[in-house]
Structures are given as C-alpha cells and as structure tokens.
C-alpha cells in the first residue's frame, strides 16, 4: 500500500518542516508495512491493533520515546481520515507510551484566582501598567509568552472587543473574545502608556528611538525580551497569590478551564493547538484536579 498523496496533503497543511514531512512519510510507511504483514485493513484498525503494534515495536528494540513519535504520525493519520469523514473514531486515542517524559502538571488555579492576579496586580509605572495588560492576556486568553513578543497593535480589535493571535509553525492562529476590563485596559495602554513608553529615551544611551508596531515594548520603543518581562512580572503574581508559578502554570489553568467549559475542538481552536491530542494532555490537569477534590472531600478519601 502506498501513503495516501490526501495524507501527504494534510501533513503539508500542518505547515511541518520539510525534515519532519520526510520523516513522518517514513514513519508511516513502516507502519503500512507492519499492516500489510499482519494482513490487516487500515481503515479497520483498532485500540488492540495499536497495542499490538507497539508490542512489535519494543521487540525491535524500539526505544520508548521513538515509539511515542510513531504513534503521533499514526494518530495524525486518523485525524486525517476522519477529517475526510471517512471514519469517526481514532484509535490512537488515549494510548500513552510508558516510560516518556510527560507533560508538567501543574496545580490548577481557579478561573477567580486567575482574576484576583489581575485585579490586584500593583501599579507604580509604565512598566507595570504595560505588564498587568499582559498578565491580561495571560489569564483570560492563557496565550503563550512567544505569542505575547509577536502581537502587534493592529492585531487588537478594540471595537469588536477581541485580539488575533498570529499563528507559527508550532502554533495555530485564533481570534479570541477579550474580557471587558481588558478592553479599557489596552485602549489606555495603546492610546496613553505605549505612546509614553515610545516618547521616552533608551535606557541604554548607545540605543536608539526605534519605530515599531509591536504591541509590548520598552521605553523608546526597544523590543526588550517577553521572556524577561514576563519573569518581573510573575515576581509581583507570586507575591498575590505564593501558589502562582509561572506563565505555562497559567496558560494550563485557563485551558483546563475551558476543557470543562467547551469540547476539545473547541478548546483545541481557543488554545491554538494544532492538534487536539495536545489539548487532550490538558485532560490530565483536569483529572487530577478531581481526585484531589474526591480525596478531600468524598467519604472513601477520608
């Protein structure tokens, strides 16, 4: 059986580096291999062929993580042909490779813990007002720092009340509903604090007043690293709330909330996901926020 030119399309699609295609294709036609020889129909595969896949694998001597990155190019498969309806459930689904390093779970902050942070977060500068709009973004839209550095002004939809969040080739783009509050907050921080951070001088005499149209910058105009910024001003979350970690802490906790609230392709879509396997790893966040309540206050967890 030869790799559907469909599947070679979809893959494209994903905006995949030209490496990763090449070797998806490889990994694939390994796995048409072992169904050929196992005399199997593809579109017929299930939860127990997968298994036993992985099975024929690890007798290879197949290290774990490997495994792990065949059965991603699998699952993308059958996201592909039930994208294509041409079947309704992916066997791949829920399979976790033993033994590889997963996702951080972090403890999960409520959807009011998340708007304590930004309602007391302290202003005494410009810089504080420039970042509380960004914690904005952090706990309401839970977009990622790297997105943060690539927001320009013209991707804030003041009008409408929304913001674009451009996509990359690691991320899908979106437009998502901005909160109320947030809506004044970045009309006075485009219109009044960005405009005064612009005005001002470098810090650094060598530098100069630079023209820019990114949405978060420093003093004239200087496109100082996100990353930075975002670590000062968790210094100030943590000092609100001791149980704030980090941004990725918060972004988890805003699209565990929207898992409970929306279905995964929804969430998957406001998360900017390019798969929805990757929200579906969320889903643990969520599951272990509910053994803790059980735990604590369900009789048998007494």
């Not at 990114?214 to 100030?236: C, R, Y």
Request: charged content about 25%; glycine content about 6%.
């Amino acid at each position: 059986m030869k790799i559907e030119s469909g599947f070679i399309h979809y893959l494209k699609a994903q905006r995949l580096s030209d490496s990763t295609l090449n070797s998806s294709e490889k990994v694939f036609n390994l796995f048409i291999d072992w169904v050929a020889k196992e005399q199997l129909s593809i579109k017929d595969i299930g939860y127990t062929d997968i298994l036993g896949y992985m099975q024929y694998c690890s007798k290879k001597d197949i290290s774990q993580r490997t495994i792990q990155h065949y059965l991603n190019v699998v699952r993308h498969y059958y996201d592909y042909l039930i994208k294509a309806d041409m079947l309704t459930i992916n066997p791949v689904t829920g399979i976790v490779v033993k033994g590889v390093k997963r996702k951080t779970l972090y403890p999960i902050l409520t959807p009011v813990e998340l708007a304590q942070l930004y309602d007391q977060y302290p202003i005494k500068s410009l810089s504080d007002k420039r970042n509380k709009v960004m914690l904005g973004l952090l706990v309401y839209q839970g977009i990622k720092t790297q997105e943060l550095a690539r927001l320009n002004v013209d991707d804030v939809i003041l009008g409408k009340g929304k913001i674009k969040i451009p996509g990359s080739r690691k991320s899908n783009g979106r437009t998502l509903a901005l909160q109320s509050l947030q809506v004044m907050g970045l009309m006075e921080y485009i219109q009044q604090t960005r405009a005064a951070l612009l005005a001002m001088k470098p810090k650094r005499s060598t530098q100069t007043k630079q023209a820019t149209e990114l949405l978060f910058i420093s003093a004239g105009g200087q496109t100082q690293s996100i990353s930075n910024l975002v670590t000062q001003l968790m210094v100030k979350v943590r000092k609100i709330n001791a149980n704030a970690q980090n941004a990725r802490q918060l972004r988890a906790s805003v699209i565990t909330q929207w898992i409970k609230q929306y279905n995964l392709r929804e969430a998957q879509y406001l998360s900017g996901h390019r798969y929805v396997s990757t929200t579906e790893s969320y889903q643990e966040n969520n599951m272990e926020e509910l053994k803790e309540e059980i735990e604590k206050y369900h009789p048998l967890g007494q």
